[in-house]
Nanobody, 114 residues
């Protein structure tokens, strides 16, 4: 059974930092990443990384502020978020892709106050 366990969300002031973690288990994945959904908006892509290394992509809105990384030994992907802005407020979801199938975590709330 696939499990994606997220942690690290919270409340932070604008300009602050948070680090999200997602521990995966249950099967091997081709890539892992993060998406987010703000109130009243569609879920949107944030960042992704290939499990084999490289293949890192970011949404334009977070490039230069967020950094995605992975620890293969721990089957964990991280999202370091710096210089957070109020518009980064959303529920952040961990995503893992195996072939054509997507798996999702339960989501973790990130709130950035101005």
């Amino acid at each position: 059974q696939v499990q994606l366990i997220e942690s690290g969300g919270g409340l932070v002031q604008a300009g602050g930092s948070l680090r999200l973690s997602c521990a995966a288990s249950g099967r091997a994945f081709n890539s892992m990443g993060w998406y987010r959904q703000a109130p009243g908006k569609e879920r949107e892509f944030v960042a992704t990384v290939l499990w084999s290394g490289g293949g890192i992509n970011y949404a334009d809105s977070v490039r230069g502020r967020f950094t995605i990384s992975r620890d293969n030994a721990k089957n964990t992907v991280y999202l370091q978020m710096n210089n957070l802005k109020p518009e980064d407020t959303a529920i952040y979801y961990c995503n893992a892709r195996s072939g054509l199938r997507d798996y999702w975590g339960q989501g973790t709330q990130v709130t950035v106050s101005s």
